[in-house]
């Protein structure tokens, strides 16, 4: 207990030093309002460096205070609730790959099937209460409709009375034991994923038994099934191996097909414990005593990037029917080098335009297996058979070939934060291309430099990176420019991070946060307390210009809020697979990880001096002219579907919508205002929790549209049910904001869509919406299950 609660302290010390390494938030335990638990999130980016930042490992902590501590003790701290250490895959770091696994662990290796939901904690808060928590939070955090951590707990009660048991003879248990039990939620209702669960496996899946200590201490999994049969869980599946090479080739043949005992796998976490410390210490030594609990992970790309494409490829063309005619959906000609893809596109087509209604949740990630089932079962009718057999054989006589000798120009176009170096590194790494970085150029006038880079690397490199944003057409044009003059021309191939798949608030948001994290890790774009960084952003989001079909020869597709993981399995198959060459094996593939990882820049921007207090250079920081939540939404795609739906609309609304389409008068940076700074005087107090929510990273929030309501000078939409997303973290300034945001404040809340002309002022829309919301007569089209998400800023226009 000493020993947790020194742990706790050195956390609570971090926390207030460097709060973006560790962050603590404060819970009141749902089974005892009276006791105040703690959650820690540690700064990801921190578990791979050696030695930690960290007194401990684990990713999901909880703590407490020790209600029973007397006066002179040093245990004034306990912990509550502990995850796992963070595991990586294999290669991904020094001693994670397969050699370094040989030389440092000890058998058996036990192999536990990596099911595909969201984990849940569940521990003693008391002898005779129990506290179930999500990876980082507890409860219904801030009016959440149902959070993980709650789903969790309805299904424990469930498990629980299947076998006659009570939470409270679960909480005596795991109180003497000091154990959390370490459960995957699966249940396709709540939350689905990329594989179904099927209805008996529905439930907690109990894979973990963890020791609340500081070092990651856990039980064998013979201890775990039992612990799971005789509470009720869900058992998982595993296999137990005797050598490292027996785990290497049994995890090389499920990989091949990607499935294990019929079943899709989304890989396997190898558990086994370090052996005894070497005499002479290697860089691939794991940084955990001998003796210690020791998890490695093994992902499998396949099926998943297909079914991922599927689930793109179908909300592509639902963007594109909404608009009225899915002939104008952007689908990348890699995602349909699968047979498999090219026949779903055609089906789904098919599907769109006869069961619309069928894809009414899609966008929201509700009904994605019911859809794709539909089309597997569909394969399997003669009908189904036949496309297959005559869409495989058109493949086959246009697909593509190794074209050896061919020069070749792969070309990012991003902005900043969707990681096109850190790919770029990756690649170098694993295939050998020439890289040229346009932020490594230093001067007035990069562009010619970087052209002449381009054309220099051809001459030794089949294969050229021109990693620069290339988000304009420009861009692109200055290097099939560096590229004219060589015979034959080099091939390009786009690897398109496009923003136009994402609304532009939420690719502003996934990339800043980014930037936020890398911290001076760039040579040029850093984080920077007037937060100059986003409005640097926000200038690239406004001035992309989106890729032409003849701008390049072939496209892989990236997409922007993927993990580097996934981004980098997604271009290391388009690569791959246009170019012919070999894939890395997973081991190459961790270690390519790695490296992009540690990438540090040829030299980093120089902070900004900032002039003296007072003095007459003093630049005063601009104040924010009002606080409001920036919805991730496209209002074309959201008006458009109420447009093209079955549902009456008034020619007044749609004569209005086209004419403010024609004259580009609708918002493309949507906002919801919460408070402006005219208002500050009488409403301070809700001022005041804005500024205290945006003085860090600012949580999710979620909201329904509700209404779209208009006259002849505006258009609004209405917004109702404003939550916080509990996952996201702020819980206790997201209380206090939602506190102070009455419901006074509440019926103003919408989305100016738009105004008729310049003259006409956006605040009546406010206006507007306050007058239907008091019944006034004003025009008004219900909506049905349109939900969104968005994070508060202080803008300034």
């Not at 207990?1 to 971090?14: D, F, G, P």
């Amino acid at each position: 207990m000493a020993e947790s609660s020194q742990l706790i302290e050195r956390l609570y010390t971090l926390s207030k030093t460097n709060k973006k390494l560790v962050k603590a938030s404060d819970y009141n335990a749902p089974a005892d309002k009276n006791i105040v638990v703690t959650s820690w999130k540690m700064d990801e980016f921190k578990y791979y460096n050696v030695p930690s930042p960290f007194p401990t490992l684990a990713r999901g902590l909880f703590t407490t205070t020790n209600g029973n501590e007397t006066e002179g003790s040093d245990v004034r701290y306990r912990v509550v609730a502990r995850g796992y250490d963070k595991f990586f895959n294999i290669g991904e770091v020094p001693w994670t790959n397969w050699r370094a696994i040989e030389r440092h662990t000890t058998p058996p290796y036990t192999l536990t099937l990596k099911s595909n939901g969201c984990i849940i904690f569940i521990a003693a808060l008391s002898p005779d209460k129990i506290l179930v928590t999500s990876k980082h939070s507890i409860g219904n955090v801030a009016g959440a409709i149902e959070s993980h951590a709650q789903v969790g707990e309805r299904w424990l009660g469930n498990h629980l009375r299947s076998v006659g048991k009570t939470k409270e003879q679960l909480a005596a248990t795991l109180w003497e034991k000091n154990w959390t039990a370490v459960a995957e939620l699966c249940d396709d209702s709540f939350e689905e994923h990329v594989l179904a669960t099927a209805k008996e496996m529905t439930g907690l899946h109990l894979h973990g038994l963890n020791v609340n200590v500081g070092q990651f201490n856990t039980q064998p999994q013979p201890v775990v099934d039992a612990f799971a049969e005789e509470w009720g869980f869900i058992k998982t599946a595993s296999i137990v191996l005797n050598t490292e090479r027996e785990v290497r080739e049994f995890s090389q043949e499920i990989g091949k097909i990607g499935k294990w005992n019929g079943e899709a796998v989304e890989g396997f976490v190898v558990r086994t414990t370090i052996g005894p410390r070497p005499t002479n210490e290697q860089s691939d030594t794991p940084p955990y005593p001998p003796g210690s609990s020791f998890f490695f992970k093994i992902k499998f790309d396949e099926p998943y990037m297909m079914y991922r494409d599927w689930r793109e490829l179908t909300k592509s063309l639902l963007t594109a029917y909404s608009k009225g005619n899915m002939k104008d959906a952007r689908i990348s000609k890699a995602k349909l080098k699968r047979k498999e893809t090219v026949v779903y596109k055609q089906w789904v087509e098919k599907e769109i335009k006869t069961n619309p209604r069928a894809f009414d949740s899609y966008s929201k990630n509700i009904g994605i297996i019911a859809v794709r089932d539909r089309f597997l079962e569909w394969l399997t009718t003669p009908e189904g058979r036949m496309a297959g057999l005559s869409i495989a054989e058109e493949v086959s006589q246009t697909a593509s070939v190794s074209h050896k000798g061919e020069k070749v120009v792969l070309v990012p176009i991003a902005v900043p934060g969707c990681g096109k170096t850190t790919i770029s590194v990756a690649l170098v790494h694993l295939f050998g291309f020439g890289h040229t970085q346009s932020d490594n150029i230093k001067g007035k006038k990069p562009a010619p430099v970087f052209q002449s880079n381009i054309a220099d690397l051809l001459k030794t490199h089949d294969v050229v990176i021109a990693d620069r944003n290339n988000h304009q057409i420009r861009h692109r044009e200055g290097i099939k420019e560096a590229i004219a003059s060589m015979q034959p021309t080099p091939r390009l191939i786009a690897l398109n991070w496009s923003i136009n798949a994402e609304a532009p608030a939420t690719v502003h948001r996934i990339v800043t946060e980014r930037i936020n994290s890398r911290g001076d890790n760039h040579q040029s774009l850093v984080p920077h307390p007037d937060a100059d960084h986003e409005h640097v952003v926000w200038r690239f989001l406004k001035e992309a210009e989106p890729l032409a079909e003849d701008e390049v020869d072939d496209v892989i597709e990236m997409e922007v809020a993927e993990e580097l993981e996934e981004s980098l399995a997604r271009a290391v198959a388009g690569v791959v697979d246009l170019l012919g060459l070999k894939r890395p094996s997973d081991e190459q593939m961790g270690e390519a990880l790695r490296i992009a990882r540690e990438y540090e820049p040829a030299f980093r921007a120089r902070a900004k001096q900032q002039p003296a207090e007072g003095s007459k250079k003093e630049k005063k920081k601009a104040s924010p002219r009002y606080y409001a939540i920036l919805p991730e939404l496209d209002l074309d795609n959201v008006i458009g579907a109420v447009m093209n739906s079955n549902t009456p609309v008034p020619d007044t609304a749609r004569t209005f919508w086209n004419k403010l389409k024609v004259t580009s008068r609708y918002a493309t940076r949507p906002h919801i205002t919460i408070v402006h700074s005219k208002e500050r005087e009488n409403e301070g107090k809700l001022w005041d929790s804005c500024e205290r929510l945006t003085a860090g990273k600012s949580p999710l929030f979620e909201f329904s549209l509700t209404h779209l309501v208009w006259n002849e000078d505006v258009m609004a939409l209405a917004v109702g049910d404003l939550r916080l997303v509990a996952e996201t973290g702020g819980s206790d300034e997201g209380e206090q904001f939602l506190e102070s945001l009455n419901d006074q404040f509440r019926d103003r809340l919408h989305i100016t869509v738009g105004t008729r002309e310049p003259s006409v002022p956006p605040v009546q829309a406010k206006e507007l919406t306050q007058k239907w919301r008091a019944g006034a007569g004003v025009d008004a089209i219900p909506l049905e299950g349109v939900v969104a998400k968005g994070v508060i800023k202080g803008l300034v226009s």
